[in-house]
């Protein structure tokens, strides 16, 4: 039977890939997103969706359950990157990550699980990130949500046990996106007088330049379509190159500030 996908995030980058990739395999496809791109032709069903509000989610959904009749896998993919010093960043502009990143996953899973809970069966894949795993100057407000994400999976993943509902958590590195334009970026950080200035710019630069030359993100299309394949996929997905990957396991084996010294100079921080 062909199963009923739902995207969020799907306007571009990441979500985009994944959702034409899947389509293209047999899969039908809802993606959404705030927005529709005008330069694109998607080739799955887009509804437009707002994760931070929950009528536009209830909207979007009733869509899909009246003319489907279920959800088979919701890939929680949308969210928004921020970059700036800690002491820099107010409050306000740190809520509006988690109200994207976190709360708004947490609202999606709290809409769709009913209906995989009614089905007996269903697939969850929240979008974490390596910046999940370990933390990284300048992006600390990011790593937050992405770290808050891990042990959300973590623990829904136990409690949708008894229902035959699977949570996986997939961990991309850097691709290739257009999230270098729709990059939060702390005001205060871009100040001349802010302490953090020139150190911030650097780790700017450096940061926009992994992007900008990272894996395009059909790369991990395929890696999701590989996942939803398998009858019984463990927790976690890392979807990065080698480098990325290692950075995980030193962070696991090496002292805690030996590590800190090595990411510190690597950012020049």
Known sequence: MTKIVFITGASSGIGEAIATRLSDKGFIVYGTSRKKRSDVDYKFHFLQLDVRDEQSIERAISIVIEKEGQIDILINNAGLGMIGALEDTTIEESKSIFDTNVFGLHAMCKAV??????????????TSSIAGKIG???RGIYNATKHAIEG??????????????KVIILEPGDYRTNINTNRKISKESLNPSSPYYHSFNRTLDQVFNEVNTAWSPEKIAKDVERIINYKYPRLRFTSAPLKQKLSILMHKLLPARLFEYIISKFYNV
Not at 113 to 126: A, D, S, T, V
Not at 152 to 157: K, V, Y
């Open 152 to 165: 959300f999976s973590e623990a829904l993943s136990m409690e949708l046990r008894p229902f035959n509902i």
């Open 113 to 126: 699980i009913p209906y995989m809970r009614k089905q007996n069966n269903g697939l969850i894949i929240n």
């Open 136 to 138: 990284l100057p300048y």
